[in-house]
């Protein structure tokens, strides 16, 4: 994902295919004066101000590090969300071989299963200033870039056997770190939230974009409410995808995404 900003445009407005989200508040006026903030120059001539950010379900970050970062290089990634870390308790470290590294700050449990993590590359680690750690499941890390303050929530949602009271548990602690975030900071929630928002909207215009693929569960619709509570967008709804099965049982289609990954959502704002 690549956020582009321009100063005096909303926050949702810079994110290039997320502009529809503006039809859910009618009211909404995409030009309401220049922002007070704007994301660091990339030097590009006609303005445009980038960093791309990932969110990735590694599996295990064990013995791993040099080969994530060498990926994350390639892509040209300059913020990673990470889930099933799979590190024990919590910290902080430098990770890859020299020129090309990031750092890692993970927040796990004792058992060292799951877990989450955020890695920034080197370049822009002066421009962390704050680091969230709620659970091993929900942590976030604000980053000052230049004129923009940008907040990351990196979330690892409970899978479809959990209990009911845990992934309350869950969305609780999403919506208690999304309430730290003032109006002059841009928001973003990038993760693995183990739902199926499925391929119609529903009552969630506006949230669901409309490109999906499948049946939506019970994980999906806590998902598209809690975007819905927060005034967010499910933001790889919002275009079309190439469908591709992950796998099935009983032929039946249990789960697709695309080549790139694009299951693990991003909630965007949808306006400031």
């Known amino acids: 994902m690549t956020v582009v900003t321009t100063d005096g445009h909303q926050p949702a407005q810079r994110l290039w295919w997320a502009a529809p989200a503006f039809l859910k508040n009618k009211g909404a006026n995409p030009h309401q004066g220049s922002r007070k903030h704007s994301l660091h120059d990339d ?48 910290g902080a470290r430098l990770i890859g071989a020299k020129g090309r590294r990031y750092k890692l700050w993970w927040s796990g449990n004792e058992k060292g299963v799951g877990g989450v993590g955020v890695l920034v590359k080197e370049e ?29 929530i990196c979330g690892y949602g409970p899978q479809t056997g959990r209990s009911r009271e845990e992934k309350d548990g869950f969305y609780d602690e999403m919506a208690s770190e999304w309430d730290l ?33 499948g049946e939506r ?4 619709r806590m998902l598209l ?14 275009f079309k995808k190439k469908r591709k099965v992950t796998f099935s049982a009983g032929g039946k289609l249990v789960a697709d995404i695309d080549k790139k990954k694009l299951r693990k959502v991003c909630c965007l704002p949808l306006h400031s």
């Open 217 to 220: 569960n019970v994980e999906g």
């Open 43 to 90: 030097g590009k001539p006609d303005g445009r101000l980038r960093v791309r950010l990932e969110s990735w379900n590694v599996g295990s970050m064990c013995g791993r590090g040099t080969e994530v970062c060498e990926k994350l290089r390639k892509k040209r990634v300059d913020i990673c969300c990470l889930q099933e870390v799979r590190w024990r308790g919590q």
């Open 124 to 152: 822009l680690l002066e421009k962390a200033v704050e680091v969230q750690r709620r659970s091993d499941r929900v942590m976030s890390i604000v980053l000052a870039l230049e004129r923009e303050v940008v907040r990351v």
């Open 225 to 238: 409410e809690f975007c819905d509570e927060k005034d967010l967008c499910v933001a790889n709804t919002w």
């Open 181 to 213: 975030g003032s109006r002059s900071e841009l928001v973003l929630g990038l993760g693995d939230f183990n739902g199926h928002v499925g391929k119609w909207m529903d009552g969630f215009d506006g949230v669901h974009g409309g490109y999906d693929f």
